[in-house]
């Protein structure tokens, strides 16, 4: 059991294999956070070793018996209304227009094992011996409001995933305006806030700042959880690296409107606190109803973030992504959409197969444009039914000749989406989310349907399972391409419509869950304009998304690096696309655009029918490769050796098993050509790896310790090797 209770203590302690979380219960009423970080043997008491020190004055003296004040201890489920004037986790307004809350211990549980999160996407046990689920009750006497905090501790990974469950067990109606996920207090400030900022195109930069007094935070305002900020921060000491230093990690399962934030407080101690962002946001709690917060996942690694990513990889591959293709191989597909656009027929789409199929290609995937009237962007979302005129024998037709290729078929749809311009739109003018008398504001010429209405959401399901049943399709592409304006719903009274940003990713949830669980076989890849819903939450419905629209080899270099620091490489769709670039501009070598799509879900995004005869030599040399490395790359665990966002070089290692795969980017060439020396991680010193390409051997100490030089010698170039261990 991972989960121990000292009684007389009052203290629960939460070990994984290396960290511990403790919480304590201060005169049978406070719950307060203790301890996160390296594991310990035992924690003795509360009142020994008080982890707080402070001049009280101004701070409200709400526990008189240790003449203290929750304003300065570290509280684990904080609530606005008395004396902790810091951000809190929960705020209730109440029928008599106040919105005090006063949490208390009220009881706890342990179980073996790890619950469903009702709606919501979570990670999940297979047997339960995997995990050990902490459930603390706390409660508000005087409106009987509970808060359940639930801590699932793994018992193989350094994770715990934390939620709430908000229960109205008292006889008012209350309004929630902020239920967060978790709380966890640091004790010190230095540390820097790491997160992942981007944008279209350039999603997922690494940033780094330090903590200063008062607060710091990113968040998502567009019902999505954005290409802008990714729902994830790192609470790492200044001097961490990829290999050392304190680092903690708090990944948010959530595709909506989020927030990280982190306040410091007078006191120089750190409050970090996660969950559905309260702006915009509020939820009518009748008596008996219960609100159920998204989860958030939690590693410490005491050896900087390179071990951070990999217990995440290590988790979401393995006990987030479900169904068949957790486990088995992924096909390696060719996808038209660079290739033509919107301008295509089906004996464009068959040549672009048939010469795919010629080199290896898995799998033909027809992107945007097979249906309506969709010449262009800017109608037909909604009418999901095939144009003839670009397909005269229907989808069926084309997706069968490409299985008698021998390759299978996949195709794109984007259906939360409403084109003004489209039959849907005709029929049904009030089925795009709009506020009544307000402009209805496109993006991309489009709109997006309110999925919090049940009739909506029906229809997407069964316009998608339709066309589904109706051809042999093996693959989906699910593309989200612009952000909610103008929120409202007419499903919702006026006092529910601060609702509508979480019930809208509700709705998403259970559409994609009713269409996969219909079709098991089925490769579902997220998009959302390349990366822009990438997070923990869509893995639980997609085993992979597409990292972004960007396919220049450089920019993905730095969007690969961001994008793996959470998410598993399994995860991260990577293909290679036609110079010069149509995002960027620039050229660069076909072996170097393989090599960066290979360290993620490889596959092809142009028209093979234009390549030489010696580039198509090449082509068949990378799906040749790919597929004899690819248990490697998707089940490997990561090590990043150089970083993009660093220097002129990049370098990545996966190890799995006896297999290691080493990858060298040169991004600039040097005028002075010293040599940059990589040192691999993550072997077996005294076992020999043996290069299958050149027949060298080395041991494991050697090109731990030693290492490899490389000369940054030609811009854009790049050296991929394959060690077996002996
Ligand atoms: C955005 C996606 O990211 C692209 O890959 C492509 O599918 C287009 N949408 C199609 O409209």
């Given at each position: 059991m991972s989960i121990t209770y000292f009684e007389k203590e009052q203290i629960f302690h939460l070990q994984t294999p290396n960290t511990s979380y403790v919480l304590g219960v201060l005169d049978g009423k406070h719950l307060l956070h203790l301890y996160y970080g390296k594991r310990i043997d035992e924690y003795s008491s509360i009142l020994d070793n008080f982890p707080i020190a402070g001049e009280l004055a101004f701070s409200p003296i709400d526990v008189p018996e240790h003449f203290m004040s929750t304003n300065m201890l570290p509280m684990e489920y904080p609530c606005y209304g008395s004396a902790d004037f810091r951000s809190p986790a929960f705020h209730a307004e109440y029928e008599?227009?106040?919105?005090?809350?006063?949490?208390?211990?009220?009881?706890?549980?342990?179980?073996?094992?790890?619950?469903?999160?009702?709606?919501?996407?979570?990670?999940?046990?297979?047997?339960?011996?995997?995990?050990?689920?902490?459930?603390?009750?706390?409660?508000?006497?005087?409106?009987?409001?509970?808060?359940?905090?639930?801590?699932?501790?793994?018992?193989?990974?350094?994770?715990?995933?934390?939620?709430?469950?908000?229960?109205?067990?008292?006889?008012?109606?209350?309004?929630?305006?902020?239920?967060?996920?978790?709380?966890?207090?640091?004790?010190?400030?230095?540390?820097?806030?790491?997160?992942?900022?981007?944008?279209?195109?350039?999603?997922?930069?690494?940033?780094?700042?330090?903590?200063?007094?008062?607060?710091?935070?990113?968040?998502?305002?567009?019902v999505t959880s954005s290409h802008h900020h990714s729902p994830f921060v790192a609470l790492a000491r200044p001097y961490a690296t990829e290999t050392q230093g304190d680092v903690y990690g708090f990944s948010f399962v959530y595709s909506g409107n989020h927030i990280e934030q982190v306040e410091v407080n007078e006191f120089d101690t750190a409050r970090v606190n996660v969950g559905i962002n309260p702006f915009g946001f509020s939820w009518q709690l009748t008596p008996n109803a219960e609100f159920q917060t998204p989860e958030v996942v939690l590693t410490y690694s005491d050896c900087g973030f390179g071990k951070m990513s990999r217990t995440y990889h290590k988790l979401y591959r393995t006990r987030l992504v479900r169904g068949k293709y957790r486990d088995e191989q992924r096909p390696v597909l060719i996808n038209n959409w660079e290739a033509t656009y919107f301008d295509f027929n089906e004996e464009k789409i068959l040549k672009i197969a048939s010469k795919a199929q010629s080199v290896g290609i898995d799998l033909m995937v027809l992107d945007d444009g097979w249906f309506g009237k969709r010449n262009s962007d800017n109608c037909s979302l909604g009418d999901w039914v095939v144009d003839r005129t670009k397909l005269p024998d229907g989808i069926e037709s084309l997706a069968t000749k490409v299985n008698e290729m021998g390759m299978k078929f996949g195709l794109w749809f984007e259906p939360e989406m409403i084109s003004e311009d489209s039959d849907l739109y005709r029929a049904h003018p009030d089925w795009c989310i709009h506020v009544e008398g307000r402009n209805r504001t496109p993006a991309r010429q489009q709109l997006m349907l309110d999925l919090t209405r049940a009739e909506i959401r029906d229809y997407?399901?069964?316009?998608?399972?339709?066309?589904?049943?109706?051809?042999?399709?093996?693959?989906?592409?699910?593309?989200?391409?612009?952000?909610?304006?103008?929120?409202?719903?007419?499903?919702?009274?006026?006092?529910?419509?601060?609702?509508?940003?979480?019930?809208?990713?509700?709705?998403?949830?259970?559409?994609?869950?009713?269409?996969?669980?219909?079709?098991?076989?089925?490769?579902?890849?997220?998009?959302?304009?390349?990366?822009?819903?990438?997070?923990?939450?869509?893995?639980?419905?997609?085993?992979?998304?597409?990292?972004?629209?960007?396919?220049d080899g450089v920019e993905r270099l730095s969007i690969q690096h961001g994008t793996g620091m959470v998410m598993p490489a399994s995860t991260m769709g990577a293909h290679i696309s036609a110079?010069?670039?149509?995002?960027?501009?620039?050229?660069?070598?076909?072996?170097?655009?393989?090599?960066?799509?290979?360290?993620?879900?490889?596959?092809?995004?142009?028209?093979?029918?234009?390549?030489?005869?010696?580039?198509?030599?090449?082509?068949?040399?990378?799906?040749?490769?790919?597929?004899?490395?690819?248990?490697?790359?998707?089940?490997?665990?990561?090590?990043?050796?150089?970083?993009?966002?660093?220097?002129?070089?990049?370098?990545?290692?996966?190890?799995?098993?006896?297999?290691?795969?080493?990858?060298?980017?040169?991004?600039?060439?040097?005028?002075?050509?010293?040599?940059?020396?990589?040192?691999?991680?993550?072997?077996?010193?005294?076992?020999?790896?043996?290069?299958?390409?050149?027949?060298?051997?080395?041991?494991g100490s050697y090109l731990m310790n030693v290492g490899l030089y490389f000369e940054d010698k030609k811009d854009y170039s790049s050296q991929l090797f394959v060690f077996q261990k002996q």
């Open positions: 008599d227009g106040s919105s005090v809350t006063c949490f208390e211990y009220e009881s706890y549980e342990i179980f073996k094992g790890k619950k469903k999160l009702s709606g919501l996407p979570a990670t999940y046990v297979e047997d339960e011996s995997e995990a050990d689920t902490l459930e603390i009750t706390l409660c508000d006497r005087l409106t009987g409001v509970r808060a359940v905090l639930s801590y699932s501790v793994f018992n193989t990974v350094d994770a715990i995933a934390k939620s709430v469950c908000v229960k109205n067990l008292g006889n008012q109606t209350i309004q929630l305006k902020t239920a967060l996920s978790s709380t966890v207090h640091l004790f010190d400030k230095n540390y820097e806030f790491v997160h992942l900022e981007g944008a279209w195109a350039k999603e997922r930069s690494i940033q780094k700042r330090p903590l200063l007094n008062g607060s710091m935070q990113i968040e998502s305002k567009r997407i399901v069964d316009s998608v399972c339709s066309v589904l049943k109706s051809a042999p399709i093996s693959y989906v592409k699910w593309d989200m391409n612009r952000n909610a304006t103008e929120l409202g719903s007419k499903s919702l009274p006026p006092e529910r419509q601060q609702e509508f940003a979480h019930r809208y990713v509700l709705g998403i949830y259970e559409v994609m869950e009713r269409i996969t669980s219909q079709f098991p076989d089925v490769l579902f890849e997220g998009c959302s304009g390349g990366g822009g819903r990438f997070d923990a939450g869509m893995l639980y419905y997609y085993p992979q998304y597409w990292t972004s629209d960007n396919t110079v010069p670039n149509h995002q960027v501009g620039r050229t660069t070598p076909l072996t170097f655009r393989g090599h960066v799509a290979m360290a993620g879900q490889f596959g092809y995004e142009l028209d093979l029918n234009t390549l030489s005869d010696e580039e198509i030599e090449i082509v068949k040399e990378q799906v040749k490769l790919y597929k004899e490395i690819r248990d490697v790359v998707q089940k490997g665990e990561l090590y990043r050796l150089a970083s993009p966002f660093e220097g002129r070089n990049t370098s990545w290692e996966y190890v799995y098993e006896d297999r290691v795969v080493l990858t060298y980017y040169t991004i600039r060439a040097r005028s002075t050509m010293g040599k940059t020396c990589i040192k691999l991680c993550g072997l077996d010193g005294d076992a020999k790896y043996t290069d299958t390409a050149s027949g060298k051997t080395y041991s």
